[in-house]
């Protein structure tokens, strides 16, 4: 089964530096916890879907490309503020929990078992079950 993009919902950030190419793209609930890294301060997000309820959750975290600053003097702004924090090398950490829907409770499985996917031989039962776990048994 081969297919190009994402065919049923899908998240796409452009990071790179020339924002009009195709940026990173993710299908599946599995890149989640993935961190990138942008080339400018502006970072189109795109989300699509092709069913009713899609949930896509983005975090993200704002780094200065400067040096650390200290308290200010007085001239700058008349009250100290806290030092801008540096870019870190340690990679975002995940969700440090599990998403409360598997995907066989999603609508895409719901979808899929209605159009005869369990019973269609075009399709082995391993992809079946990495598509929808637990849906055709």
Do not use: H
């Not at 919902?9 to 961190?35: H, M, N, W």
């Not at 997000?45 to 308290?71: D, M, N, Q, W």
């Not at 079946?128 to 048994?137: L, T």
């Amino acid at each position: 089964l081969a297919y190009d993009g994402c065919v049923w919902a899908g998240v796409e950030i452009k990071t790179l530096a020339d924002q009009r190419q195709t940026g990173f793209r993710f299908c599946s609930p599995d890149y989640g916890g993935t961190s990138l890294t942008s080339t400018r301060n502006m970072v189109p997000v795109i989300t699509f879907s092709r069913l009713y309820e899609v949930k896509s959750l983005l975090r993200y975290r704002i780094a200065s490309s400067g040096p650390a600053t200290s308290e200010p003097t007085s001239e700058e702004t008349g009250q100290p503020t806290q030092p801008t924090r540096q870019p870190s090398s340690e990679r975002t950490p995940g969700p440090t929990s599990e998403p409360k829907k598997r995907c066989y409770e999603r609508k895409l499985c719901q979808i899929l078992v209605k159009l005869s996917l369990c019973d269609s031989s075009a399709y082995t039962a391993e992809l079946k079950e990495q598509v929808c776990p637990g849906s055709c048994r």
